[in-house]
């Protein structure tokens, strides 16, 4: 079974950049549009980030213009661009394919604080 394994998380002061990625041990990116999401604790888990398999992308308007989504199927990852990061942009940062076949991964944890 395919798995996904998110990483790059850490700690950044606010205005800081972080850059996310997420590999799979299978080839689902040439089939699946691919998306990050994100939890905080005591908050349901919410779209961050799509990209279609023609490269469209899409973002909440949270994140809009601060945030870059982008893939490389021949390396089989999924990279998240995070930049101007704000407090409340802290979370567990997963990735997922769309349509979802493949199970969440561990995520990777963002901090942003002073």
């Known amino acids: 079974q395919v798995q996904l394994v998110e990483s790059g998380g850490g700690l950044v002061q606010p205005g800081g950049s972080l850059r996310l990625s997420c590999a799979a041990s299978?080839?689902?990116?040439?089939?699946?549009?691919m998306a990050w999401y994100r939890q905080a604790p005591g908050k349901q888990r919410e779209l961050v980030a799509l990209?279609?398999?023609?490269?469209?992308?899409n973002y909440a308007d949270s994140v809009k213009g601060r945030f870059t989504i982008s893939r490389d199927n021949a390396k089989n990852t999924v990279y998240l661009q995070m930049n101007s990061l704000k407090p409340e942009d802290a979370a567990v940062y997963y990735c997922?394919?769309?349509?979802?076949?493949?199970?969440w991964g561990q995520g990777t944890q963002v901090t942003v604080s002073t």
């Open positions: 997922t394919d769309i349509p979802k076949s493949v199970p």
């Open positions: 299978g080839n689902i990116f040439n089939t699946n549009a």
């Open positions: 990209i279609g398999r023609d490269d469209s992308t």
